[in-house]
């Protein structure tokens, strides 16, 4: 099983490789020092399908296609394919060769793709594993139950530029009494 952590800011954190027989309490991220820590307890049900997120222990979790990154290109080339054969640009055999190729280059990915179970709360995605059918797709009613954290503001420089007043204030007012 491969997850993508996420940390409570849904900021990404790095990938874990485990093998969900042994049930590993803590995994080393790839390429990092870090090591994260995981509750399994409750977090298979009895057939071994995943009913809680690794990461933040949330029950809510949903399905989806997991298509490699390179997709959004080969979409593009396909309408682009497609304009070309609306506008009688495809006349040519080398064109309508190139056109077949990004259209079937699609069609295998599309069916290749695998499902991969996301959470709610935290966006920790969840890979190679398998799904129980009680997982559906997105719903936008549980997803307004998990509202994106606002990430934490920094200390604004007028705060700072108040304390300093502050500390000098006290000491202007003693100088103007003395004079």
Not at 32 to 50: G, P, Q
Not at 101 to 121: A, D, E, P, W
Not at 163 to 169: C, G, L, N, P, S
């Amino acid at each position: 099983m491969r997850i993508e952590l996420r940390d409570e800011l849904r900021r990404p954190v790095g990938i874990v490789v485990v093998d969900p027989t042994i049930r590993p309490s803590r995994a080393r991220l790839n390429g990092e020092d870090r090591e994260v820590f995981f509750n399994w307890d409750t977090a298979l049900d009895d057939a071994s399908c995943l009913r809680r997120c690794l990461s933040c222990g949330c029950t809510d979790l949903f399905r989806e296609k997991a298509f490699p990154p390179f997709m959004g290109v080969l979409v593009i080339l396909n309408y682009a394919g497609l304009l070309l054969g609306i506008f009688g640009f495809a006349e040519n055999i080398i064109v309508q060769f190139i056109m077949i190729i990004l259209l079937l280059t699609g069609l295998v990915v599309l069916l290749k793709s695998r499902m991969r179970l996301v959470c709610y709360h935290c966006r920790t995605a969840h890979y190679d594993l398998p799904l129980a059918r009680y997982h559906r797709s997105w719903d936008r009613a549980i997803a307004d139950r998990h509202p994106g954290r606002a990430t934490p503001e920094p200390e604004s420089v007028e705060e700072e530029e108040t304390d300093i007043f502050e500390e000098i204030a006290p000491s202007l007012s003693h100088e103007e009494t003395a004079v």
